[in-house]
């Protein structure tokens, strides 16, 4: 399914409309992206196992939830949309980074977003995502061994252990 979304330039401004597939191994064509970091009272990221069935890191652990942002749209909605999406549940959000990513064929300004968990029921979205849980630091270095973390979602989990100390 392709997305209409906001281009932008390398400032973050709306320039144009583009279609997602139309970005494909084209980096000059910049979109926004946005990314969900949920945590727990007890220090534990919420990580999710992606579909098998994804053309970008099939069966690889990411963040919580993410997702491109329509055409439009406001990235802060976009992740809330998102978290509903592919984990069923909402809570108060934080952004906590807005970078602009390089990846091999494109380039989009991602939108990071932090929030804490509030004991909702889990329910994930079977197409999008194979597993949902909770990681503590010691089970995600494990985790990292096993090469199925992707590398960005790797660092961020990183970051958040490193300042949650």
Request: charged letters at 35%; hydrophobic letters at 35%.
């Amino acid at each position: 399914m392709d997305e209409l979304l906001d281009l932008v330039n390398e400032k973050d401004e709306i320039v144009g409309e583009v279609w997602r597939s139309q970005t494909i191994n084209h980096p000059e064509l910049i979109f926004r992206e946005v990314a969900v970091l949920i945590n727990d009272n007890r220090n534990r990221l919420l990580l999710q196992r992606r579909s098998f069935n994804k053309k970008t890191y099939p069966g690889y652990w990411i963040i919580s939830a993410g997702g491109h942002v329509s055409k439009g749209k406001n990235p802060e909605d976009e992740a809330h949309k998102e978290l509903k999406e592919e984990m069923g549940f909402d809570v108060p959000l934080i952004l906590d980074f807005k970078i602009l990513m390089t990846y091999p064929g494109n380039r989009s300004f991602g939108y990071g977003y932090s929030g804490t968990y509030e004991g909702k029921e889990i329910k994930i979205q079977k197409e999008e995502v194979e597993e949902a849980r909770f990681f503590t630091q010691e089970e995600f270095e494990e985790l990292l061994k096993t090469d199925l973390v992707e590398p960005t979602s790797a660092e961020w989990c990183r970051k958040f252990w490193k300042l949650n100390k």
